[in-house]
């Protein structure tokens, strides 16, 4: 098993930036890929951004790139996710996942979930 703890969010206005973290322990051997998903209220739960464990391939939805940015600490289990130029549209519920397989933007594969962490950007 793995496990996921998120941590971060909070309220900022737009424009303003929050760093989110996500801290794996366990299994952590089993892990190919990372990934943050967020989930606004009424609304799917959609990809953000994925990184693979080696750190060396990162992902994007076209959403966030440019503002966001994903990145893997090894020595300390973490991915981080650096969310600059936020707008009232990145409201959401933010989800660390992980991923025992190549990288995927369907949050249907993830086999591993954190507990996730409100993210608020006020107009």
């Known amino acids: 098993q793995v496990q996921l703890v998120e941590s971060g969010g909070g309220l900022v206005q737009a424009g303003g930036s929050l760093r989110l973290s996500c801290v794996a322990s366990?299994?952590?051997?089993?892990?190919?890929?990372m990934a943050w998903f967020r989930q606004a209220p009424g609304k799917e739960r959609e990809f953000v951004a994925a990184v693979r464990w080696s750190g060396l391939s990162t992902y994007y939805a076209d959403s966030v790139k440019g503002r966001f940015t994903i990145s893997r600490d090894n020595a300390k289990n973490t991915v981080a996710l650096q969310m600059d130029s936020l707008k009232p549209d990145d409201t959401a519920v933010y989800y660390c996942?992980?991923?025992?397989?190549?990288?995927?933007?369907?949050?249907?594969?993830?086999?591993?979930w954190g507990q996730g962490t409100q993210v608020t950007v006020s107009s």
């Open positions: 366990g299994r952590t051997f089993s892990i190919y890929a």
């Open positions: 996942a992980a991923k025992k397989s190549y990288y995927s933007a369907s949050y249907r594969e993830y086999d591993y």
